[in-house]
């Protein structure tokens, strides 16, 4: 009767991955596909979408970037946080053969992808953009789960510089992957759309909206007539006029 | 036999089922009603607007607790100016579709009413919805207009001053007697009445936080578990007067449907449902009713609405 | 950690746990009230006894709508006089058992109400609830004495002048401002409160025959659908007064009476409860509850009673 | 969510069984054990408790003694009756060889006994009695299933002259039944119970108290603390002061 109510874990571990990010990973295992997500919730806080990065040990990734989520950094191991989820559909996974393009913390479902592409004998290659090096999230992990990384930043600090769809644009060109997966801001999504489009590549976006019921109920995440957190977050095609 | 009719005319408007998206369900925008009219609404009610621009509360603002859903939202919206033009582009896209649109408003005063209406009329929708559940700021006790039937006539008579577009008042359950408050905004010029508003408030406390879940900390009932008491808020109004009844509250199915239109309703919300089996709820609670007047022998809901109060 | 100490003092009578066997459920004589008390309930409360007799409506009286129970059995019993000497079998049984027993009663004018109670009391109960969820014959609008503060602290007064057993008031959720009654029966004497009692009347119509399956139409709602409106009373009640509350309502696992003690309850009704989970339900409610005292440490309900309000 | 409301069948035959008993046949089948009952509701009526006499298709057999009953014996085929159940605790089925004792429409409930004993290969013999010939309940039916039917009335119209009970007796005493099932008038089964405990014989009584919820809730049914309605009809031994 109460199953979709918030349930209650204890942080067991917090991990720092950049200046901003970090990662809590709970003493809690769920079933989920790559590409869901979850409500946060903090009792007195808030309640807050955020990305499954691996669902046993149940664990998110969490970038600072206000209220909510600074008390989420508060966090120390033992602590407590409540979950509502796993919501929304996540990535199908398709093709031998495998580009994920991450923006900032979109990083974040295309880790889980990556577990479950490494699990099903998939060649995974990753195109992570951020805005300098010390924002580059999981560089190492993606590496440690056998993908094949490339890194650009918006300014030059490590890797390419510049944004990440110029980096898709020649792996592309240069490895026709079978299927691209992309989580990022908005625009990055419209120039990955773009982008495999021009080429016939077909392509899955995760994308973000503000959220309240997290269940397909009140129309705060509606996009072009869409529920991100219900008909998405994750799209087969970036929604018109999003 | 032909297929069944399942069209309603309310105060002159016609929907050609007798479904109405519930307000402050999905009505957030013009893509998403005109989604919601094109999986099959017979008429959508837009968010409710209000005077100025609200934040709503913050999260958790609606949660899923076994038997029904509970929120406190908080009537999050960007105010009726922003909400004359988000209606007038709504308008628009369900034009070539046939499917009416409805308004809903709210106000803290009498007076406001009267103003968000005259406001909102400028936007064309086909009808306009009062909700009334909202706090009387004038009221010492702070009661809701819902609950006193002269503040809710008072509510009703500067609505009908300010437009001319038909007014659904829309009722809350939480009353000792809903008929008396039915009889008084009838008696105020109400078109129609809308019932029921989200029941309670309800409380569910989680026991490992020791607090309630709702940032709100209360929050209105809605989905399966109040559909007993939707039905007969229905049926009493409809033993109480003799304008038409949009009957909403737990209607999930094409059997629920037809106890609401038994006890009297001539259109039928549809709002936690959306939740409980997708947008898609429309077309399928078309085909549910469709079955059940087949198989009965049903033309029109006329044959049966109201067939409750018999016997 | 020593097992928890569930017990909880009501108005000077101790109960070994805070499991109270609701109104109208069971409690039709000594012998199935000797059972509950033996399955495990902390008190238990007999049926509810008016000035005479009444036969009850005819059947159907009860129904599992899906969601929760809706009953109309209409306040069936065998009038005060008999009731007196059912309620002096049953203390005797439940003397050597250490359980508490709770006369329930009514009446349809203030006066009734203090006659009865004054009756009844010969018979020895430990505790009275009374029962104000009835129709008051002399209110003009027939409203029930629970839905006015005035007339519900009437009926107090009378009882208190009647008797001096301790005065439970049982409050009834359809109610527009449930605190302000909370406030009158306390202010007028009452010595704990108990809510709540179903909530409605809701209906449930069979699309079949066309018809409300209840005999009497409409009936109220009990079971897990009224939990989080129960709830939400209990929390209302318990930040309006300061006399005891028993909660009611939806309880059906620990989970629920941890809920209904965090609102603020001192002890906890079951009523539908049994019969979902059967009469055994007493004994594993008392194990669920003790289990998860001791996950959280707590020693004693008080450890966590009203922990809601806080923050 | 509504299965436990009331579900509506159409009579399919009405079948005169005495002058005062008529069997009814519905176009329904449900799954149910000898001994349950159901609660049938005629809207505008009432609704009462009946023994279930055979679950496919389901059949009730009624003796007109009131209201209700007189209602029931009005419809005709085609015309609908409302049924919820199957509800209470039937009869265990044990022992090779047993006997049915029946008083008036006790029949009922035993019927549906036999047709399961005889499914599973047991004897059954039947001690069956009733006020006078006419009001013999089943003697045919029981016998086409195969049971070996006594039978006794009291004004001695048919078979033994006297009660059921005396025909018990000499039963048990010849034929020693491993367990005796009984249905009937609460002084028959008193009297049952009393011979079987005797000889200690097994025995299994369904019990009849007056039903308002027929769901365990309401303690109409109430007797000796128990609940004729969940907690029996049946009961392995008679509730003591019943
Ligand atoms: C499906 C989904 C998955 C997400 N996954 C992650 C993740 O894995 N890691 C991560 O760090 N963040 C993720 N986010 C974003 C995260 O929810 C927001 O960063 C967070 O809600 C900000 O809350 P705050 O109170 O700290 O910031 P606020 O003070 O509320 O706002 C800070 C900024 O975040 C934006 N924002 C606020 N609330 C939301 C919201 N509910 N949805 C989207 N944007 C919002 C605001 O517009 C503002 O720009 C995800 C969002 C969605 C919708
Ligand atoms: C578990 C159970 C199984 C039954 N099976 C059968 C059956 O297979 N066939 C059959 O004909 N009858 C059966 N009965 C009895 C049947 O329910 C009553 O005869 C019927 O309710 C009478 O209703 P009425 O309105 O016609 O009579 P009323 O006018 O109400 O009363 C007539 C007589 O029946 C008694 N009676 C009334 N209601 C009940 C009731 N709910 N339970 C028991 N006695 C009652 C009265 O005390 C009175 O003696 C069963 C009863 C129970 C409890
Ligand atoms: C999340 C949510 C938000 C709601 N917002 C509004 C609103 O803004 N205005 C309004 O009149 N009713 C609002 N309601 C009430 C519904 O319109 C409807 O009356 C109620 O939910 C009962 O119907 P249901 O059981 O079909 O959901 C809201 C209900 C929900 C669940
Ligand atoms: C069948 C039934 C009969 C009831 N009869 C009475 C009664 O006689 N007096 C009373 O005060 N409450 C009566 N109640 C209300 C209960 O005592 C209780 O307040 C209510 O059912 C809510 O609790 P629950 O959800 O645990 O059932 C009755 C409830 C049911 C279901
Ligand atoms: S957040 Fe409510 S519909 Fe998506
Ligand atoms: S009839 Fe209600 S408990 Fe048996």
Known sequence: MRDRLPRVATVAQVIPETSKVTTFVLDAAIKAHPGQFLMAWLPGVNEKPFSIVRPGPLTITVANVGNFTDALHRLVPGE?????????????????DILLVAGGYGAAPLHFLALAARDSGMAVRVALGARAQEDLLFPGRLAGLGCRVWTCTEDGSFGERGPVTDLLQSLADQHRPKSVYACGPQAMLQAVAGI??????PYQV????????????CGSCAVAGLRVCRDGPVFSRLPPGS | MSRPDLSVTICGVVLKNPFVLASGILGTGAAILERVARSGAGAVTAKSYGPEPRAGHPNPTVLDWGGGLINAVGLPNPGVEVGVRELLETKERLRPLGVPLIASLFADTAKGYGEVARTITQAGPDLLEINISCPNVEDEFGQPFAADPRAAAQVILEVKGATSLPAIVKLSPNVADIKAIARAVEQAGADAISAINTLGPGMVIDIEAGRPILAHRVGGVSGPAIRPIAVRCVYDICSAVSIPVIGIGGVLRGQDAVEMIMAGASAVGVGSAVYYRGPGVFKRLEVELSTYMEAHGYARLEDFRGVAHEG
Chains 1, 4 share one sequence.
């Open chain 1, 206 to 217: 995760s994308m973000e909206r503000y959220m309240r019921c997290g269940m397909g109920l």
């Open chain 1, 80 to 96: 407590r946080l409540w979950y509502r989820g796993p919501l929304g559909r996540g990535f199908r996974l398709s093709g031998r």
């Open chain 1, 196 to 201: 495999c489009d021009a080429r016939g590549i």
